[in-house]
């Protein structure tokens, strides 16, 4: 069957990292462009970042440029988030999506329709 598997997530203090994992199964990965998202209670869900098929291309989030970095190993079917100078505002339900095309991706909350598969969320939790 088709999934998305999330891992990472996890307790961290303000300033830490912590590193999350979008694992394929059942699909190949190569023609997936991979998008993070995270929400928070009571918020709206937002795109946090994206990386393309090729992994040539990404996009970040305001709030998290310079601190998160997304890439991808397709020999594992794995899409990572790397996330430092993690601080209490980051704290949120994190997702990942499959989005089948070729090239390009998009965090734009319109285009969401466009992802084909979403994950599990995992609880990020940012608190000394």
């Known amino acids: 069957q088709l999934q998305l598997v999330v891992s990472g997530g996890g307790l961290v203090q303000p300033g830490g990292s912590l590193r999350l994992s979008c694992a394929a199964s059942g699909f190949n990965l190569d023609y997936y462009a991979i998008g993070w998202f995270r929400q928070v209670p009571g918020k709206e869900r937002e795109g946090v970042s994206c990386i393309s098929a090729s992994g040539g291309s990404t996009n970040y989030a305001d709030p998290v440029k310079g601190r998160f970095t997304i890439s991808r190993d397709n020999a594992k079917k794995t899409v990572y988030l790397q996330m430092s100078s993690l601080k209490p505002e980051d704290t949120a339900i994190y997702y990942c999506?499959?989005?089948?095309?070729?090239?390009?991706?998009?965090?734009?909350?319109?285009?969401?329709?466009?992802?084909?598969?979403w994950g599990q969320g995992t609880q990020v939790t940012v608190s000394s």
């Open positions: 999506a499959a989005d089948y095309q070729s090239s390009g991706c998009t965090i734009l909350a319109g285009m969401w329709v466009h992802y084909d598969y």
